[in-house]
């Protein structure tokens, strides 16, 4: 039957061209969510519509439908990829074999960094507003729980090798840490954002 032959033909489809279909789909998709995110942050969220947002991709609305169903879905989408892509970069410090004064003080100056959104495309006139709907909704809460716990424990490596303070616990001392980098975000400056660091990492050094 004429179904059967394209399931055959379609089994031969070599290797290559398989894996050069998924990257360019990996591309558009990408693409979608950077151009999304972009315009966003541009002109507000309730501003930017599907059809923006395909001719600022250069791909057609069809094609955009079959990525996505909406705006919403876009950013929530794009904001799941800048968080995995964090926390591997902060699971990856927590994991080294540095010593773990040297990973504690590596860990918050990321975080710091991170926060302070200069790695994405949160930025522009309406970056907050951006970054406030996206933070407020629930999808973050297992990776909120992943980076407290991250730092929970190296907080907790840190004051048995002696290298953090031990009058406080270390889940107290994790949420102060997170709480204060979070600041970061309204910095003007790089210079700033690393002061601020310097200065969460002074705060957990042990007392004399």
């Given at each position: 039957t004429c179904h059967g032959i394209a399931v055959s033909y379609?089994?031969?489809?070599?290797?290559?061209?398989?894996?050069?279909?998924?990257?360019?789909?990996?591309q558009v998709h990408d693409a979608i969510l950077d151009a999304t995110a972009a315009l966003a942050a541009e002109q507000g969220i309730?501003?930017?519509?599907?059809?923006?947002?395909?001719?600022?991709?250069?791909?057609?609305?069809?094609?955009?439908?079959?990525?996505?169903?909406?705006?919403?879905?876009i950013l929530h989408t794009w904001h799941d990829r800048q968080v995995r892509t964090h926390l591997a970069q902060l699971r990856?410090?927590?994991?080294g074999n540095e010593p773990v004064a040297d990973r504690l003080t590596a860990f918050l100056t990321a975080y710091a960094d991170i926060r302070s959104q200069r790695h994405d495309?949160?930025?522009?006139?309406?970056?907050?507003?951006l970054a406030a709907m996206l933070h407020r909704h629930d999808h973050i809460a297992p990776a909120e729980r992943e980076l407290h716990r991250l730092l929970r424990d190296l907080l907790t490596q840190a004051a048995t090798a002696g290298d953090a303070r031990r009058d406080i616990p270390a889940a107290e001392l994790a949420t102060f840490c997170l709480h204060a980098l979070d600041a970061a975000h309204d910095l003007p400056s790089q210079a700033?954002?690393?002061?601020?660091?310097?200065?969460?990492?002074?705060?957990?050094?042990?007392?004399d």
């Open positions: 379609a089994w031969r489809v070599p290797t290559r061209w398989t894996d050069t279909i998924e990257t360019h789909r990996r309730l501003s930017v519509t599907m059809s923006q947002i395909a001719e600022r991709t250069g791909i057609g609305r069809a094609t955009l439908y079959k990525y996505f169903a909406s705006v919403e879905e990856t410090i927590h994991d495309h949160a930025t522009g006139p309406h970056g907050h507003e700033a954002v690393k002061r601020l660091a310097r200065l969460t990492n002074g705060a957990v050094l042990p007392r």
